[in-house]
């Protein structure tokens, strides 16, 4: 089984963990923010955030990447809102989770890119016969314990994540957080 085999689900895994935690982020910008801006940011973030989700459900279904224009613009969208929230978001936004989204958000990007180049490539050579993208069931489980272990303490990380029951284990990443305003 080829390498390519075994990671061709990764890219809609890395699009389902930068989403999820755009929309939570998202929902802590909302609910704790302070003003417009903030909330607008929330707006937005959670909007990204469903679109990315969405993306890597259409490009698990398919097996490949999957409309690589659109997988750019949403990894570029989330990449400058996840920074907008950094700049006018509410103080409380732990830089952890930011980092986890963005990281994941630029690998959609960069893969999303590198499929979009193949593509170009191909349509200008002779055309081959396509055969049906394989993904490999390892391969999702070990891509979803990799997205399990970085995007679960990020999500825990953010302000809504913080107020969730047993969230104690902020206390890692966002000191003084304790989940219940302090025990």
Known sequence: MSPSVLVRSWPALAAWGAGLLQLGLGAGAIVKGVDAADRGVGVLLATIGAG????????????RVIAPRAGIVISLAG?????????????QTSIYPVVVSAGL?????????????????????????????????????VGAFLMAGLVTPALAA?????????????????PGHGGHGGH
């Not at 990449?79 to 978001?89: I, K, S």
């Not at 396509?130 to 391969?139: D, F, K, L």
């Not at 029951?165 to 902020?170: D, H, Q, S, T, W």
């Open 158 to 174: 953010t302000p809504i994540g913080s107020d969730a029951p047993g969230a104690e284990v902020n206390e890692v990443f966002m």
């Open 52 to 63: 990315t989700v969405a993306w890597g459900v259409f490009a698990l279904m398919r097996g």
């Open 79 to 91: 990449l400058l809102a996840v920074t907008a929230l950094l700049v006018v978001g509410p103080p």
């Open 105 to 141: 958000g630029l690998a959609l990007g960069v893969v999303s890119a590198v499929a979009l180049r193949r593509a170009d490539r191909s349509r200008s050579s002779s055309p081959a016969a396509r055969t049906a993208a394989r993904t490999s069931v390892g391969g999702l489980i």
